[in-house]
């Protein structure tokens, strides 16, 4: 397996910002206490083959769960071209393309963004109605039922589902578009700057 791309810099004052309030969300604490009282299963149990992370990663902060769970997020928001290169280095090694290890690398790097990643991600996962519109666990939706629940925490009156929404999507579109081997995959193979994540998604978009 090829080594991740180790993260550089400090982590964007976007992602940042939107993690603390995160952080600083009760109901996100509870549902991480929960998580590592070990109340709902953190392992690879029932996870699809494409999403588990592979045998041979070793992980920092995520569970395998959130491993997936993050994978999951990371493929509907870098739309189908970036899911397929996504799909495509799973077993790993040159040029593959992992937001989820990065993702785990980062929150390894940032202490302040290693709780409520965790958190968050085990809330997406695990969440029920009336606090998330699904009935299963969010890595045994089909792509549609992913985006219709994505799509709730976007426009929801809830500050927490807004925030959990921005928190994910900036954090997959970081360790998507940081990774070389991500922008190769859609023919943008400028360096990884604000400007670069905007025409990446407008070329996803048209």
Do not use: H
């Not at 579109?173 to 400028?190: E, H, I, K, M």
Request: glycine share 12%; hydrophobic share 50%; with cysteine.
């Amino acid at each position: 397996m090829s080594e991740p791309i180790e993260p550089t810099g400090p982590l964007p004052a976007d992602v940042a910002a939107t993690f603390a309030r995160l952080s600083r969300r009760r109901f996100l604490r509870v549902a991480g206490v929960a998580a590592a009282a070990g109340v709902l299963p953190a392992g690879c149990r029932d996870l699809p083959p494409e999403l588990a992370p592979p045998p041979d990663l070793v992980l920092g902060v995520l569970s395998p769960r959130g491993y997936a769970t993050f994978r999951a997020v990371a493929m509907r928001m870098v739309g189908p071209r970036g899911a397929e290169a996504i799909l495509a280095g799973a077993g790993g090694g040159a040029g593959s393309i992992d937001p989820a290890r990065a993702a785990d690398r980062w929150a390894l790097r940032v202490p302040a963004l290693a709780g409520p990643l965790a958190q968050g991600l085990w809330l997406l996962e695990w969440g029920l109605p009336p606090l998330l519109a699904k009935w299963r666990p969010f890595t045994a939706l089909d792509g549609a039922e992913q985006d219709r629940v994505l799509d709730d925490c976007m426009r929801s009156r809830l500050d927490l589902k807004r925030d959990l929404f921005k928190g994910l999507r900036s954090l997959a579109l970081l360790t998507y578009y940081a990774d070389p081997a991500g922008r190769a995959a859609l023919g943008l193979p400028q360096p990884f700057d604000a400007a670069g994540i905007a025409t990446a998604m407008g070329d996803l978009d048209g």
